[in-house]
């Protein structure tokens, strides 16, 4: 949804800068969202290993 807005915001020739930090925050969050998803599987499989 986030690139469909800096998408959007692109189209209307709005600031460089403010798209730009749009698409900034959008790759944060992608690696936010890979970096705890890592996370969770190494804490799931650190788990899982206890339990053998």
Do not use: Q
Not at 29 to 52: G, P
């Amino acid at each position: 949804m986030l690139s469909l807005f800096v998408d959007w915001l692109e189209s209307l020739e709005v600031d460089p800068a403010i798209v730009y930090t749009g698409k900034f925050l959008e790759y944060a969050l992608l690696l936010a969202d890979v970096v705890l998803y890592i996370v969770f599987l190494c804490k799931t499989t650190w788990k899982a290993i206890k339990t053998i």
